[in-house]
């Protein structure tokens, strides 16, 4: 069972190592393979990841992520290093569960997976550049292919889940035919399940019941770039971006990958939240390692941890334990 273990840069340096320490008292037989990515390592070589971090990835066919950071502005050489792994290990589905844990921040009843194609749409960062860099265009792809896929998958984990309803988000209306044919062949792959509801909404209205009515959704199948908003979006009403987990996920590979991103603003004083890289690492376990046992294991751990009230700083905005010491009590109970 080996593992590919990227920490990337700022706070993913700080959490992953929690989540490797986790794995290890659950699955001993586990070996972690090293490998480096992100905008230090671009710095320091010229290349955010490396041919070498690729295969060592592929070798291993499950890669536990932390972070990178990425600038908003042109980089020539450039470019955000998990979008690059996604694609090149195939992970096409991520799986983006929010579900009430017990801190105050959180919102009883939710209980939702935002599903986002993870291949196309506008991430496929074919952008360029005209009118002396006055004028930016970029290709926003869907293919009845990726959409077919990825629709699969969310009925799917609506069936092994136990889950009741796909609610399909996009924009047809004004993007007839890219969010149009996401719809549409949506609703045709549909009719394999029914024995699950479906139903749509536009995205921006899905943004605003999101908001105020979070438990009236279920399952959200959705394109790329709508998936990375309503995603964080939906981590509020979880208790926060440090308890939000994600994994990417393929045929026979999973990159596990917390929501959030290197938090540069409270990167290196060793107090971020190492929980949702924890439960990233709970769902490789459970979806890839198909483990359901041990990940259950891994989730009663840190609910049992946020019920006692150990809490990281970001969950109620004073003064809280640290990364290491919160790490330390879920490595304890699972050990
Ligand atoms: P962010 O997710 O890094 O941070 C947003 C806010 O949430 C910050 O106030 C941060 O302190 C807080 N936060 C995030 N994770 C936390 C944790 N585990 N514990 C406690 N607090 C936490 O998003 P931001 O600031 O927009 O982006 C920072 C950098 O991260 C950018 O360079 C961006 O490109 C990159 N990024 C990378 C991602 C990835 O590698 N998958 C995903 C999102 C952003
Ligand atoms: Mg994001």
């Given at each position: 069972m080996k593992l590919c273990v990227i920490e990337g840069d700022g706070i993913g340096r700080e959490v992953v190592p929690a989540a490797v320490c986790v794995l290890r008292q659950v699955l001993p037989q586990i070996e972690v393979l090293p490998a480096e990515a992100g905008w230090d390592k671009f710095q320091e070589t010229g290349d955010a990841l490396p041919a070498e971090t690729i295969e060592i990835a592929n070798e291993a066919g499950a890669v536990l992520f932390g972070a990178c950071s990425s600038p908003s502005y042109p980089v020539p050489g450039y470019s955000s290093p998990i979008v690059k792994l996604r694609r090149a290990m195939e992970t096409y589905a991520n799986l983006r569960p929010t579900r009430f844990l017990p801190v105050p921040t959180a919102r009883e009843g939710v209980d939702l997976v935002v599903v986002r194609e993870n291949t196309e749409d506008l991430y496929i960062g074919d952008e360029t550049t005209a009118d002396a860099g006055d004028t930016g265009t970029a290709t926003k792809r869907i293919t009845r292919y990726a959409t077919e896929r990825i629709t699969h998958t969310a009925f799917r984990l609506a069936l092994n889940e136990g889950r009741r309803r796909v609610t399909i988000v996009h924009k047809g209306n004004v993007l007839p035919q890219t969010d149009g044919l996401f719809r549409r062949v949506a609703y045709e792959v549909a009719k394999d399940y029914p024995e699950i509801e479906t139903d749509e909404f536009l995205v921006d209205t899905a943004a605003y019941w999101m908001v105020?009515?979070?438990?009236?959704?279920d399952i959200v199948l959705t394109p790329n770039l709508y998936g990375d908003i309503l995603s964080d979006m939906a981590a509020a009403w979880g208790g926060g971006l440090g308890l939000a987990p994600a994994l990417n996920l393929g045929d026979d590979v999973a990159v596990a990958e917390p929501v959030?991103?290197?938090?540069p603003d409270i990167?290196?004083?060793?107090?971020?939240?190492?929980t949702a890289v924890i439960l990233s690492a709970s769902m490789l376990v459970r979806h890839?390692?198909?483990q359901p046992a041990i990940a259950d294991r891994i989730d009663a751990a840190v609910k049992a941890a946020l019920s006692r009230g150990?809490?990281?700083?970001?969950?109620?905005?004073v003064d809280g334990m640290s990364t290491d010491d919160f790490a330390d009590i879920i490595c304890d109970q699972l050990g």
């Open positions: 105020k009515e979070p438990a009236r959704f959030h991103g290197s938090a990167a290196g004083q060793g107090i971020a939240n190492p890839h390692w198909k150990d809490y990281t700083a970001d969950i109620l905005g």
